[in-house]
């Protein structure tokens, strides 16, 4: 089966050879074709180039993309899109002005999603999730990272990854999966720390790996939350079992975490929304990505991830939703570049690569996601008619998509 877009205005983010990920300077270019073709066969990208190359197919089914600008589907490495119900009223009671950690102290927070998520069963969980990945999809993410982390019992961490596992097998989406048990300590363990992490390490990792139920350990590594000690012996314990680290650090202060999640070979520290120097010299010189996730600042009103000085320091990064019930309650990767472009005074180009390549670096994919390269998934944007793609951040409130290809298939 052959699918040929032709006359397409820009053909965004090609390159001829696999890349894994653009670092500093390099995120400013996004390479482009003006005018050009794209060849899908099956579920692969075949071919693209200027339309003056632009093969005759007889049997190839024909895309007019006139004023129309493909890009591939987002990338989207962060998100905890499995949850029960929501956390509405948290919403209110921060905008009458609790903070997000008087919220959480007082026993809302991650803990109010762990009683409902407990509270529901398997095939509730799931019907839910499912309806989060269908939006998403439709928004154009074309691979996601599902955390576990509202369990914080056996049973409740099970439930979530194999909710998970169902979804990877019926949907064409690429998924990975990450085991968070290290989300928040449960009431009964708030004074015996040791005894939850021999929990997580001896009960519930052997399980997850006997039923390959996980690709990714988590930790939420911040003050009140997971010690720096407490977390490396979650991720030494994770790596055990083939579970690389992807952690969640400096949200709210930074207490040294980075280095120790480069030091352990994280795959990705994500938040950063407070960062120290030496934060960054650790980053520099790693193969560790760092992950902004500008939703999660605009609706709990905490500071942005400093893209620029990552960035201007010559590191890559990647920017996801963080889509879950108490920080960002949307998966709009959309809306995401646009505030990453509008707040983080990131350029066009730089979101998108961060939205794309370095988001499927950020979950290990950027051998088959992120790059319009022949041989990789033809997992597509198609917008509606636009000026150019600078109209994507520009126009940030309109849904400038027109048809998402997944696998090769429309969706
Ligand atoms: O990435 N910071 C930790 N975890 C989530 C929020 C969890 C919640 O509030 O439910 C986050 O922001
Ligand atoms: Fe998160």
Avoid at 16 to 27: Q, R
Avoid at 79 to 84: K, N, P, R, S
Avoid at 368 to 385: D, E, F, Q, W, Y
């Amino acid at each position: 089966m052959q699918t040929l877009f032709i006359n397409i205005k820009e053909l965004l983010q090609v390159r001829e050879h696999s890349i894994e990920k653009v670092s500093g300077e390099a995120m400013k270019l996004l390479p482009k074709i003006d005018n050009a073709y794209l060849l899908i066969e099956n579920d692969r990208i075949a071919d693209f180039g200027p339309m003056e190359n632009c093969p005759s197919l007889p049997n190839a089914k024909i895309m007019d993309a006139r004023d129309r600008v493909i890009l591939p589907t987002w990338a989207d490495s962060h998100t905890h899109i499995v949850f029960a119900g929501n956390r509405i009223q948290e919403f209110v009671d921060r905008i009458n002005g609790l903070s997000y950690e008087e919220i959480a102290s007082r026993g809302g927070g991650i803990l109010n999603s762990a009683k409902r998520l407990n509270e529901t069963s398997e095939d509730e969980l799931y019907a839910q999730s499912e309806v989060r990945l269908q939006e998403i999809m439709q928004q154009g993410t074309g691979a996601v990272e599902i955390k576990s982390g509202y369990g914080l019992t056996v049973e409740g961490e099970l439930k979530m990854l194999r909710v998970i596992k169902r979804l990877k097998s019926n949907y064409p989406i690429a998924i990975k999966a990450t085991f968070l048990g290290a989300h928040a300590f449960p009431i009964e363990f708030k004074e015996n720390h040791s005894g939850y992490l021999q929990l997580l390490i001896d009960e519930m990792l052997p399980k997850i790996a006997t039923e390959n139920l996980a690709d990714f350990i988590d930790a939420f590594l911040e003050t009140g939350y997971f010690s720096i000690e407490e977390s490396e012996l979650i991720m030494e314990a994770g790596k055990k079992y083939g579970l690389i680290p992807k952690i969640h650090v400096n949200q709210f202060t930074a207490i040294g975490g980075i280095k120790a999640c480069v030091a352990k070979g994280a795959l990705t520290v994500d938040h950063l929304e407070i960062i120290t120097d030496e934060d960054i010299m650790a980053l520099q010189n790693s193969q560790t990505m760092p992950v902004a996730l500008p939703s999660c600042s605009y609706f709990i009103s905490i500071p942005y991830t400093p893209a620029r000085k990552l960035i201007d320091s010559g590191l890559p990064l990647a920017l996801a939703t963080d889509y879950n019930p108490g920080t960002s309650p949307s998966g709009n990767m959309n809306f995401v570049v646009a505030t990453a472009c509008i707040k983080m005074k990131m350029t066009p180009e730089e979101a998108i690569n961060a939205a794309t390549i370095n988001g499927a670096y950020a979950m290990g994919i950027s051998a088959t996601h992120g790059t319009i390269t022949k041989g990789k998934r033809a997992n597509l944007i198609v917008t509606k008619p636009i000026n150019s793609y600078y109209q994507l951040p520009y126009s940030f409130g309109t849904n400038l998509i027109e048809k998402v290809m997944i696998e090769g298939q429309f969706i």
